[in-house]
Every structure is written in C-alpha cells, then in structure tokens.
C-alpha cells in the first residue's frame, strides 16, 4: 500500500525493537516491556518518529542509558524513543562544542581529552548519556553540567535552541524535564587544557568515584536536601542495609539502593519505605531524583 506522504510515518530505516525490556535496558535490570522502541539517528528520524507518536497519540517516554530510572514491573503501552544512537560530537566555536544526545559521557571526555578540551572532567564516571546528563543536570564534585551548558536543542514538533538560562538548571532539574520534548544534543563550554592535564584530571575523578557501591543501581536515589547529603541523612536515620525482597540500602553509601532481584515493585517498596522513616524520624521529606516510568499504582504516598 503508498503511504500517505502527507500523514507522520516513522521511515523504514529508523531502527525499530517490538517488545523493548526494560529490564534489559535499565541499571536496575528490571522492569516490564514496551510495545515498541525507536531509535532515531538523526534530526529527521527522530522528527519523524517524535511526530508519528504525536500524531496517533501514542504515549512513549525518552531512554537514555536508563542510569536513572526505575520502570514498572507493569508492562508500558506505549513507545520509547531511545536517544542511544543519536552519537556525534563536533566543535562549535573557540571554546564550544556540541554533543548529540545519545554520546556517552565517556566518549566525550575521551574526545576532549584528545582535543586539549579541559573542564569537563568533573563528569568522568558518570554512567549517562549526554541527553540525560542535560536533562537531569547531572554532575560530581559540587559542579553541574549546567555550568557548562550554552544551550540545549530539543524537538517538540520543532527543533528549538534553549540558551542556559530558560533550561532553568537547578538541582538535578533542568526545564525539558517538565516539557514533552526530546532533547537532541547540548551545546557545551570547555577551557583549552593539555591532553596531559585532562586525562590526569579524569584518573583523579575516576578514581574518587571508585569508593561508590557497585551493583545494579540507579546511583543516587534521593536529591540533597537543605545543603545535606541524603546520603549522610539516611545513614545517621540508621537505615543502611534495610531491604525489601531483592532491593537494599547500601552499606557503603545509603542514597544507593541496590537491586539483586527482579521486581521493580521492591524497589519502589523500599524507596517509599527510607522515604517514610526518614521523615518520621527526621522530619525531612527527601525527593526522588530517580525518575519512574510506567504506573506503580502509588499507594505509599
Ligand atoms: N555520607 C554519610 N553516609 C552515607 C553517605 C554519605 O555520612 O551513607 C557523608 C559522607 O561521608 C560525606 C557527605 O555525606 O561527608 C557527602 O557524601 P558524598 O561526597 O558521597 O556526596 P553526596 O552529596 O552524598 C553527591 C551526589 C552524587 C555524587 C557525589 C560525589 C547528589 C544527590 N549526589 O552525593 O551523585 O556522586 O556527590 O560528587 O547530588 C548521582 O548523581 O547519582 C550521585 C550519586
């Protein structure tokens, strides 16, 4: 049958998954499917599938690396747009360059430590893609990708440029979280530096991080609350090693929770848990900086 050129299509060539794991997608390593991924690897796939959905009114989240979320044991009845294959990173400017969504973290420290871009070490080892490292305003060390951030590039049913300032960056919040829009790649700032220099820099980063719990874990699970670690405030509630099923508090670091199981249901369970002890004992209320996708029939409040 011809297509109507006139009505939104997603083109034959975009990369296309029925059945998308969640489980085998996420840190967490689990989660239930969606019916279908795409993955766009350019501007015009991406506006094509991004239109498609909008168009038939198909719901669909956007996946990074799936660093940071936690998705429903329940199956997701609808699409994702995965930004994984939108790669490219190219300079733009003196001290700019532009990285698409989909770049690693660790390609872009490697391609600005082989170019005497410095000042984005601060990133090394964080597991994200650059899309979500954006969107989240992800950092180490008291610095956030914000910082470095010129503007960002989404598509919602047109691609814009947001300068710095009306990405809004706050603490692990920029204005695209809030927006029906996928991001398409960020422009960012770097201070020439000797490869040397980087990658002595990187090694220092990576090496601090190495003290953070392993396992299959979404890194920090609370946001800071008041100027005070989360960490530190669910560790002085006396809540490290506390479980649910297959999920527990970390030991070394107690914003960590680590899944050995299979059920995104014990996570979210224990996640409301340390939540609730918190504020009872403390009277802070903690905020997620995980992000959920799919329905947890939220009845932990
Ligand atoms: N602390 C405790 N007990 C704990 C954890 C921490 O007492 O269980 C204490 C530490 O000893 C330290 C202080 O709290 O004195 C701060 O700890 P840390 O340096 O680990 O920093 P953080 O504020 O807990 C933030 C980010 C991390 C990032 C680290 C290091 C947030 C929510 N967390 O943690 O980011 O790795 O700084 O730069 O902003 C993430 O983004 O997923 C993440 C883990």
Do not use: W
């Not at 430590?113 to 979500?132: H, R, S």
């Not at 695209?176 to 220092?204: H, Q, W, Y």
């Not at 249901?265 to 009277?283: Q, Y």
């Amino acid at each position: 049958m011809r297509k109507n050129r006139k009505l939104p299509y997603v083109p034959e060539s975009v990369r296309t998954e029925y059945g998308f794991s969640f489980a085998k997608n996420t840190a967490y390593g689990c989660g239930g499917n969606a019916k279908v991924a795409y993955f766009p690897a350019g501007a015009r796939q991406l506006a094509a599938v991004y239109d498609f959905l909008l168009f038939n009114e198909i719901k669909f989240v956007t996946l990074g690396n799936g660093t940071n979320v936690l998705a429903s044991d329940r199956d997701f009845d609808g699409a994702v747009i995965s930004t994984i294959d939108l790669k490219g990173i190219y300079r733009t400017g003196a001290n700019t360059l532009f990285c698409r969504a989909g770049t690693k973290v660790a390609a872009l420290l490697k391609y600005c430590a082989g170019n005497g871009f410095g000042g984005l070490e601060y990133l090394a080892g964080i597991p994200a893609t650059c899309g979500g490292l954006v969107l989240m305003n992800g950092g180490a060390g008291g610095k956030y990708v914000g910082e470095n951030t010129v503007g960002v590039k989404i598509y919602d049913g047109k691609f814009r440029r947001l300068s710095n300032k009306s990405c809004r960056f706050g603490q692990k919040y920029s204005v695209m979280r809030d927006k029906d829009c996928v991001i398409f790649g960020a422009e960012l700032s770097f201070t020439p530096d000797s490869p040397e220099n980087i990658r002595a820099k990187i090694a220092e980063r990576l090496a601090a991080r190495a003290g953070q719990p392993s396992g299959r874990n979404c890194g920090c699970v609370f946001k800071n609350a008041g100027g005070t670690s989360a960490g530190r405030i669910i560790d002085e509630a006396g809540l490290k090693g506390l479980s649910v099923g297959g999920a527990f508090v970390s030991e070394k670091h107690a914003n960590f929770i680590i899944n050995t199981g299979t059920s995104s249901s014990d996570v979210f369970a224990l996640i409301k848990e340390v939540k609730r002890a918190v504020s009872e004992k403390t009277g802070i209320v903690l905020e997620e900086e995980v992000v959920y996708i799919g329905d947890f029939n939220d009845s932990f409040g």
